[in-house]
């Protein structure tokens, strides 16, 4: 399968930004979804997951209550919603989706995942 994401930009704190990673290739429902970031000098870190339906999702902190990850199977896309923007969310953000066989299979790391779109570029000012 393969990603690509878009949607980034360059916004102030407080700002909100959605997120898009359009899938081909295969079927996009099979898949489990996550969002990963990485800030220049820093590792790769993971922002949010969801199962191949949508029906469960998991954050990290940082996003609880600011950031909404879902999907649209039937155009094979998914978002995050990123609400509230803060300078320290300023990193490259990358879709990536993991194979699965079951429902409830969610990935949180990133050795979890399979495949991965390029990233695309979150910049908040101050």
């Known amino acids: 399968v393969q990603l690509q994401a878009s949607g980034g930009g360059l916004v102030q704190a407080g700002d909100s930004l959605r997120l898009s990673c359009a899938a081909s290739?295969?079927?996009?429902?099979?898949?489990?979804l996550g969002w990963f970031r990485q800030a220049p000098g820093k590792k790769r870190e993971f922002v949010a997951a969801t199962t191949w339906s949508g029906g469960s999702s998991y954050y990290a902190d940082f996003a609880k209550g600011r950031f909404t990850i879902d999907r649209d199977n039937a155009e094979n896309t998914g978002y995050l919603q990123m609400n509230s923007l803060k300078p320290e969310d300023t990193a490259d953000y990358y879709c990536?989706?993991?194979?699965?066989?079951?429902?409830?299979?969610?990935?949180?790391?990133?050795?979890?995942?399979?495949?991965w779109g390029q990233g695309t570029q979150v910049t908040v000012s101050s």
């Open positions: 290739g295969r079927t996009f429902s099979s898949y489990a």
């Open positions: 990536a989706v993991r194979r699965t066989s079951t429902a409830q299979a969610i990935g949180l790391v990133r050795d979890d995942y399979d495949y």
